[in-house]
């Protein structure tokens, strides 16, 4: 399936745009990408953005270690300073959003829908510390919005250290399986970067023969930035 998602690249260099979602039979329409720390996964993302909004997508980050302008061009940025209590109380918002684009497109019969990227960094972290404050986000964003959200217009991207479902407090890897492509950025036998895309075989991911050589990642200059304040009309869509 993830053939029709990120086919063979005509460049073995990545370009922007590989994490976009695609349609067709047997995409996937989420991406999770992983990877150590300090490898260059927020920097990658970020170009990944900076090159969607250019498209029309809008993005709704959710990033307990944003800095002031790490985000150009997104407003809806949530969690800085560590604030992971503020990542908690986003996630009801984003919830109410997700059920009215679910009953304009079943009740009313729309089928189009900006599209919306809801992209998680350091995701591992926000699923352990979360936890600790008795907030289930795995079952949230992987079990119950993973599903449902392609339909209606909104897609997830998610960054961390391992996917594999018992580092997400899942107690099965179904939903990852079906709803995502699974991307890691890691060092090549040469000490190089590269990003590959791994497939899930007998309940664990492994590599496939689809690399592509990530140069060195130049994240855009810092720029004043306004953030949405938490409040009734933050999220609407």
Known sequence: DEALVLPEPKEKNYVPGLFLPKHGTGAKPHVAIEGPTNIGKT????????????????????????????WPGV???FGRGF???EIGQVMKLIEETIIAR??????MGRKEFPP????????????DILASQGIDFSTWFFLKLAPICRAIGIFLWFSC????????????????????VKL?????????????????????????PQTWAVPQIVSAPPTPQVQVALGDETLRL
């Open 75 to 77: 407003t809806e940025v």
């Open 184 to 208: 890691v950025l890691e060092l090549d036998g040469q000490g190089q970067r590269q990003l590959s895309l791994h497939k899930l075989y007998g309940g664990l991911y492994k590599p496939t």
């Open 161 to 180: 250290q391992s996917f594999q479902a018992s580092a997400l407090k899942l107690t099965s890897g179904g939903s990852l399986r079906d709803n995502f």
């Open 43 to 70: 920097t990658l993302i970020q170009k990944e953005v900076a090159y969607a909004t250019g498209l029309g997508y809008r993005f709704i980050v959710l990033d307990a270690k944003a800095q002031g302008g790490d």
């Open 83 to 85: 604030n992971y209590a």
């Open 116 to 127: 919306v990227i809801l992209f998680v960094d350091d995701g591992n972290n926000v699923i």
């Open 102 to 107: 679910r009953q304009e497109a079943y009740g």
